[in-house]
């Protein structure tokens, strides 16, 4: 199977990515996009996460998407990122709008110059109620929609999607991982600040695996 | 109604821009891609288009999307853009992988932002056999995924899909569209070749409506 992977540099996309070509039987590409995220920094180690496994990797530049967006605090520098466990209400604002479409719609047209069988990403089950376009019904209509694109067919994959965050970080461990280069801070600083609802996800996942998490915290040594 | 309509700069969608805007009640804003197309120019006259009309008007630089594409004449400046009328097999060399999911995936999400009503672009009854995204069953597909992306719910609309090409110039001249700024050669010379698929396919409307096409060909006058 030729997957392009989805790969945005945080845990469970770099889980999908090493778990596929290890032990999945997976020939992989990855795929990121810098779409004017504030967490930016999350490229960079997608860039190392895929060199160190070896697979080839573009980063496309598609920052000129910020210009449609406004009112959402990953690529709006006036709204602030809200703090706390995820929650509808507050984490609205952290969503791109119709980030997931157009993020599928570059890695479709990537799977299909390179003739690969799916794109592949990591939603999981704990996704669906925040994102509206992480619900089923939003990938069965696309994926219908990827299937009819174009005369090569192009299937979408979500190997995660009956797994909780805490299950990928098992599944990570046992496939090694490299949880060090993984980034998932929305605030992008020099450390993760383990207060914005990814970070607050973060450490749960790992701390319910039973696992260390390896990335620098504020106010940790 | 509030459209965001997708703008190349070509006859079609300059119609159902001024169509909208001029006779049928719509808000509308234009938006342009630059996604790498050998026949930019085109972008030059949306320009013209939209400030000749007085609407808002993006044009998004999504070019680093060259870098996934291989194979088609539009993007890769190796492969010939092939002469003569469309027919399936020499035509399938001008299709960028994925091009409409990816524009109006771009466009729903500036729909999104600005709560518009729908993405509206101007496919017409003469697209379906070439190209298989322009087919009803994949707008479909992807409508129902548009209506599920956000809790905003965007449709996408098509007025012209019934329509031939020389239906929407005529259709063009009673709403006047300054049809002299308006680009379709897939060359993107200094004048129309007269001969690319989609040149073929102008003039015959323009004589099939009966009306004389403003644009320069090469050895015209």
């Not at 929650?87 to 604002?93: D, G, I």
């Not at 020099?190 to 039973?210: D, I, M």
Request: glycine share 8%.
């Amino acid at each position: 199977m030729r997957y392009i992977i989805i790969l945005s540099g945080g845990m469970d996309s770099a889980t999908l990515l090493y778990d596929s070509v290890r032990c999945r039987g997976v020939h992989a590409r990855a795929l990121s996009v810098n779409y004017g995220q504030r967490h930016v920094k999350e490229l960079v180690y997608a860039v190392a996460l895929t060199k160190r496994l070896g697979v080839e990797h573009r980063v496309v530049d598609l920052s000129a998407l910020r210009s449609l967006m406004g009112g959402s605090s990953q690529t709006d520098a006036a709204v602030e990122v809200p703090e706390g466990h995820y929650a509808e209400e507050s984490m609205k604002l952290t969503v791109v709008p119709n980030r997931n479409m157009i993020l599928l719609a570059v890695a479709g047209a990537w799977a299909i110059a390179t003739r690969s069988d799916a794109v592949a990403y990591a939603a999981h089950a704990g996704d669906h109620a925040i994102y509206p376009d992480c619900r089923e019904e939003f990938v069965e209509a696309l994926s219908r929609a990827f299937g009819l694109a174009d005369w090569h067919r192009v299937t979408i994959v979500r190997p995660y999607i009956t797994m909780m965050k805490a299950d990928i970080v098992r599944r990570g461990l046992e496939v090694g991982v490299p949880y060090e280069l993984t980034w998932s801070c929305y605030k992008g600083g020099a450390r993760h600040c383990g207060r914005c609802g990814t970070c607050v996800e973060r450490r749960e996942a790992f701390a319910l695996a039973g696992a260390v998490d390896p990335a620098p915290y504020e106010g940790e040594a």
